[in-house]
Every structure is written in C-alpha cells, then in structure tokens.
C-alpha cells in the first residue's frame, strides 16, 4: 500500500465548477500537508500548507484536513481556465528530515 | 528573498555517460535539500535529502547519488547512466516547514 493516494484523474470540469481534490494516507505520523500546483514542464508550485485539522482558505481555494479519516480535500471555488494543472497533494511526519511525500497528482482541466 | 536555481533545463545523454545535475539555493542558511524525480504523469519520487553539508541520505537504491559539498549547493549524479534514469529531475529546499522547488531538468537517456 502506498502512504499516500490520489486519484489521478483526470478531471474535467466547465468554467466556474467547484472542484474537489482528495487524498488519503496511512502513515498516522504525517503532521503536515501541502497542496502543490504543477504546469506542464515545471516545477511544483506550492499553494496550500495546513499542520492541522479542519479547514484553511486562501482566496479561491480551500485546504481541508480530517487527521482522524486520515483524508485531505482541496477545493477550487469558480474555477477558471488557468487553473487547468496538475494537483500534487503533500505530507510530512515533521521529523528534521521533512521528507516530503506525494500523492501521484490528479490533472485537472477546466474547460472555457 | 529565497531562490534555488537549478540547470540546466533539458538534457540529452547516451546510455553509459556521466551525470551531473546542480542546484543552488540562495537567501537561506543550512537548509533542508532534496532531490526528487518525476516520470512521466506520476508523482514525485524522493531520491536523496540532505539535512547538512556531507549529510546525505538515500531514499532508493539505484544508479544515482548525490553530495552537497557547500552549504546551498546540491549535486545529483551518474557514472554512468541508464535508459531508466530518463525523466524530470526536481531539486527543493526547506524554509521553515515549506518547501519550494527549482524548476526541474528534463534529462532523457538515449
């Protein structure tokens, strides 16, 4: 079993649409999370970090965090074409290495 | 501010040739670094992390290994390279409890 799963999509969804994007993980020692957006031949870039249960919003976007369903969500309000990416969900135990692990990443498309 | 520079972009090598990737950070003290691979439409592989100058740690066994002679240089590399190392190559470092990624080289294996 991988520590961490995404579905990988990929999801196509018109202008406007809420959009969901789920995790799940079985290392109970993960403390923190992350949410990274990936264009196509880049590097990630990071948009949401949260070290707690419940929710975290940033603008049109919204970390949720469930510790106990061991289970992580990001939504997109009103999404738009230029959301159109790759979703790489994040998680690290907090120890002094920080190792980083990711979900595969689900590509998303928003359709004009 | 904190940047990290990674090069080059794209590279192109024969089965059996050497490897060199760099990666510098700048704007930071004694940071975290970690190089991670993607193949292609997957997520990111941790290959190394370095919590300190000579301090390296592997992640997987395989063709690649890595060393960080300076405090913000990070270098990844081959002896030789196979068909199997082609991909997209990220390096990271930490700031605080986020980390930030340069913008990858795409190395193909030929």
Known sequence: QKEVEQDPGPLSVPEGAIVSLNCTYSNSAFQYFMWYRQYSRKGPELLMYTYSSGNKEDGRFTAQVDKSSKYISLFIRDSQPSDSATYLCAMSAGDSSYKLIFGSGTRLLVRP | ?110
């Open chain 2, 1 to 110: 501010s904190q940047t990290i520079h990674q090069w080059p972009a794209t590279l192109v090598q024969p089965v059996g040739s050497p490897l060199s990737l760099e990666c510098t950070v700048e704007g930071t003290s004694n940071p975290n670094l970690y190089w991670y691979r993607q193949a292609a439409g997957r997520g990111l592989q941790l290959l190394f992390y370095s919590v300190g100058i000579g301090q390296i740690s592997s992640e997987v066994p395989q063709n690649l290994s890595a060393s960080r002679p300076q405090d913000r240089q990070f270098i990844l590399s081959s002896k030789k390279l196979l068909l199997s190392d082609s991909g997209f190559y990220l390096c990271a470092f930490l700031t605080g409890r986020e980390a930030f990624f340069g913008q990858g080289t795409r190395l193909t294996v030929v």
